[in-house]
T-cell receptor, first 114, second 113 residues
Framework: KAGVTQTPRYLIKTRGQQVTLSCSPI?????VSWYQQTPGQGLQFLFE???????NKGNFPGRFSGRQFSNSRSEMNVSTLELGDSALYLC?????????????FGPGTRLTVT | GENVEQHPSTLSVQEGDSAVIKCTYS??????FPWYKQELGKRPQLIID?????GEKKDQRIAVTLNKTAKHFSLHITETQPEDSAVYFC????????????FGKGTLLTVNP
């Protein structure tokens, strides 16, 4: 099976702009989670989707939003970008969306905000 | 919410030695504890996990132990090799943190030849 894929791999944006990142899960996986990775804060949970429904959300401002499509692909959007949003954004997919199940990560999207 | 503490933040060992990384968690309802390895510029890779109904799990040179009473779990790597050099993350999930992983800050392991 193909692994989790993310597009684009790199992005450079300026403050105030918005950005949309895409994640395609492993075939058959219905749960997609998003994480932000920074050197200072490590890996932080953004949100998780299962069957197009957001089931859990992390402690991020409302500028961060996401959605999931019927084919399980997911997008996350960040509006009004700030310098502090520069990070590696990782998505992870899980087979059943059960509470405790293995999550497999994509390669990430490196976002730089200038 | 869940809080995961990981120690040490850096660990340097000689090739062939063992390495141990320890994590503690705060939510007693957590029931799933994976470990990820992340090489520079690469994605986190799941290397082993353990569930709360098991005290120990082993996969070749890697083992994880869980002490539910003390709320801590550890990663053990034996006979370390230079290719084991990476950042290792522990995580916890379940209980009040359903559907999400709460990660420790990571341990940079360096295996010197």
């Amino acid at each position: 099976k193909a692994g989790v894929t993310q597009t684009p791999r790199y992005l450079i944006k300026t403050r105030g702009q918005q950005v949309t990142l895409s994640c395609s899960p492993i075939s058959g996986h219905r749960s997609v989670s998003w994480y932000q990775q920074t050197p200072g804060q490590g890996l932080q949970f953004l949100f998780e989707y299962f069957s197009e429904t957001q089931r859990n959300k992390g402690n991020f401002p409302g500028r961060f939003s996401g959605r999931q499509f019927s084919n399980s692909r997911s997008e996350m959007n960040v509006s009004t970008l700030e310098l502090g949003d520069s990070a590696l954004y990782l998505c992870a997919s899980s087979a059943t969306g059960a509470v405790t199940y293995e999550q497999y990560f994509g390669p990430g999207t490196r976002l730089t905000v200038t | 919410g869940e809080n995961v503490e990981q120690h040490p933040s850096t660990l340097s060992v000689q090739e062939g030695d063992s390495a141990v990384i320890k994590c503690t968690y705060s939510d007693s309802a957590s029931n799933y504890f994976p470990w990820y390895k992340q090489e520079l510029g690469k994605r986190p890779q799941l290397i082993i996990d353990i569930r709360s109904n098991v005290g120990e799990k082993k996969d070749q040179r890697i083992a994880v132990t869980l002490n539910k009473t003390a709320k801590h779990f550890s990663l053990h790597i034996t006979e370390t090799q230079p290719e084991d050099s990476a950042v290792y993350f522990c995580a916890a999930s379940g209980g009040g943190s359903n559907y999400k992983l709460t990660f420790g800050k990571g341990t940079l392991l360096t295996v010197n030849p």
